[in-house]
Structure formats: structure tokens, C-alpha cells
């Protein structure tokens, strides 16, 4: 994703969502992380927090606790949907991350029709099989593209030389493709490292961490960050 201030593939402000009814599946991880991300291309990185627990308001408190940059700025707290991007695009946002909430069915399909891309995260297993189908079917309606994100699954293994994906992701693909009523778009799988959970903890993108575990978190939010934008890309150029 790059900007383009004369006109191109950011013709106006960019607005992604990570949204999933169900809660505990890392929406405000993927979130800030991406968000971090966005911050080299874009001027201004806003999220705009839809959940009532706040967790990327948690975040951007910790991050200014450490007297971090304020990219990205956040903004929590408000129930309206264009209200909320407003004052965004009122404070210089080029660049906006919904954190949706969860079991707010309705705020989500506000939101949902906003972006440009919708990102869906899911844990491994077969947990969160029906909520995330929701949140494909609100994508659908909406006429969204959406892509399905399995979040914090162990690695896969490697067994006789043969690289084996761990069977609680393979798990959910299966059960999400047994019932999705078309083909999935499926984004890189997210792994579950100690260097995301200590991010939202003191207020960094795994890409401000270092080490080469951070680095492979930061890989894999990348790999997110550029599917992301050729889904972006593609729609405006359709």
C-alpha cells in the first residue's frame, strides 16, 4: 500500500476493518500491528477502537506511557461509525484500522460497509467456525472483500522432511470451507509468539521490537499488510 497524493492508489483516505463477533480472537493485536505497519506509508495511522473493553486504547496508553510516537493515534469510545472517522479524517488521517467489536452485529455492518478490505481473524480449531461465518456473510452483503486470518496458532512441523501445518489450523480452514458458500480468501496464517502479546503490553508494533522473533512476527503482519493492499488495489482499479 502507498500513498499517492496525486490521486492513484490512496485516491482518498484508506480504511481497513478487523472485525469477527467473537471476542478473544486478536482483533486488537492485528489491529495495532498493522497499524505500525501502515505508519511507513502513510502520514497519519489512525485506529479507531469499536470495542467497549478498549484493548487498542490500552495499547496507544501504554505506547504513550513509553513516550513512543504518536502514529498511530487512536481513538476510542465513540459508538457511531462515521462519527468516529471524521474526527479521524479531521485530525489529518490518510490511513484508518477499525478494532471492531464483538456481538454488535449492526455496528459491525456499519463498519463493514466503510472499508475497503475487511480482515477476519479466527482462532485454530473449530471454536469460532459460526462467528466468523457471520462475519463473512455481513463482507457479502456489503459487497466487501474480506480475508480470513487463522491468529495465533503454534508452528507448523516439520516430519520426515516434510513441512506439516499444525492440525488445529488445518482444522479450521476445513470446517470454515465446509460451510462458506464460495472460496475463501485465506490470508498468512499468524503465529502464536510471546513477542505479540508483549507488544499490546507495552505499546509497540512487533515491527519497533527486535530480535529475530520479532522479525518473524513482523514477516508475517507483513505478508497480511501486502495481501491487504493488493485487495485495495484491485478494487480501486475495478
Request: aromatic fraction near 4%.
Given at each position: 500500500?502507498?500513498?499517492?497524493?496525486?490521486?492513484?492508489?490512496?485516491?482518498?483516505?484508506?480504511?481497513?476493518?478487523?472485525v469477527?463477533?467473537?471476542?478473544?480472537?486478536?482483533?486488537?493485536?492485528?489491529?495495532?500491528?498493522?497499524?505500525?505497519?501502515?505508519t511507513?506509508?502513510?502520514?497519519k495511522?489512525?485506529i479507531?477502537?469499536?470495542?467497549?473493553?478498549?484493548?487498542?486504547?490500552?495499547?496507544?496508553?501504554?505506547?504513550?506511557?513509553?513516550?513512543?510516537?504518536?502514529?498511530?493515534?487512536v481513538?476510542?469510545?465513540?459508538?457511531?461509525?462515521?462519527?468516529?472517522?471524521?474526527?479521524?479524517?479531521?485530525?489529518?488521517?490518510?490511513?484508518?484500522v477499525?478494532?471492531?467489536?464483538?456481538?454488535?452485529?449492526e455496528?459491525?455492518?456499519?463498519?463493514?460497509?466503510?472499508?475497503?478490505?475487511?480482515?477476519?481473524?479466527?482462532?485454530?480449531?473449530?471454536?469460532?467456525?459460526v462467528?466468523?461465518?457471520?462475519?463473512?456473510?455481513?463482507?457479502?452483503?456489503?459487497?466487501?472483500p474480506?480475508?480470513?486470518?487463522?491468529?495465533?496458532?503454534?508452528?507448523?512441523r516439520?516430519?520426515?522432511?516434510?513441512?506439516?501445518?499444525?492440525k488445529?489450523v488445518?482444522?479450521?480452514?476445513?470446517?470454515i470451507?465446509?460451510?462458506?458458500?464460495?472460496?475463501?480468501?485465506?490470508?498468512?496464517?499468524?503465529?502464536?509468539?510471546?513477542?505479540?502479546?508483549?507488544?499490546?503490553?507495552?505499546?509497540?508494533?512487533?515491527?519497533?521490537?527486535?530480535?529475530?522473533?520479532?522479525?518473524?512476527?513482523?514477516?508475517?503482519?507483513?505478508?497480511?499488510?501486502?495481501?491487504?493492499?493488493?485487495?485495495?488495489?484491485?478494487?480501486?482499479?475495478?
Amino acid at each position: 500500500i502507498r500513498v499517492s497524493r496525486g490521486g492513484g492508489v490512496t485516491r482518498g483516505i484508506l480504511i481497513i476493518g478487523v472485525v469477527n463477533n467473537k471476542g478473544g480472537v486478536g482483533k486488537s493485536t492485528l489491529a495495532a500491528a498493522l497499524a505500525v505497519r501502515a505508519t511507513s506509508n502513510f502520514n497519519k495511522v489512525a485506529i479507531i477502537d469499536m470495542d467497549p473493553s478498549e484493548g487498542s486504547g490500552r495499547w496507544h496508553a501504554n505506547r504513550k506511557h513509553n513516550s513512543l510516537p504518536e502514529n498511530p493515534m487512536v481513538y476510542a469510545g465513540e459508538a457511531d461509525v462515521d462519527a468516529a472517522i471524521e474526527v479521524m479524517e479531521w485530525a489529518g488521517a490518510d490511513a484508518i484500522v477499525f478494532d471492531g467489536a464483538p456481538n454488535a452485529t449492526e455496528r459491525t455492518q456499519e463498519l463493514v460497509e466503510r472499508c475497503e478490505c475487511v480482515v477476519i481473524p479466527m482462532r485454530p480449531g473449530d471454536q469460532d467456525v459460526v462467528q466468523t461465518l457471520a462475519a463473512m456473510e455481513v463482507c457479502k452483503l456489503a459487497r466487501r472483500p474480506f480475508i480470513v486470518v487463522v491468529n495465533g496458532a503454534e508452528a507448523a512441523r516439520t516430519i520426515k522432511g516434510e513441512l506439516r501445518e499444525n492440525k488445529y489450523v488445518l482444522a479450521a480452514k476445513a470446517a470454515i470451507e465446509k460451510f462458506a458458500p464460495e472460496k475463501v480468501a485465506w490470508g498468512p496464517v499468524i503465529r502464536r509468539r510471546d513477542q505479540f502479546i508483549d507488544a499490546m503490553a507495552i505499546g509497540v508494533g512487533v515491527h519497533e521490537m527486535r530480535g529475530k522473533h520479532a522479525a518473524a512476527a513482523a514477516s508475517e503482519i507483513d505478508a497480511l499488510y501486502e495481501q491487504i493492499g493488493e485487495v485495495v488495489v484491485a478494487g480501486r482499479r475495478a
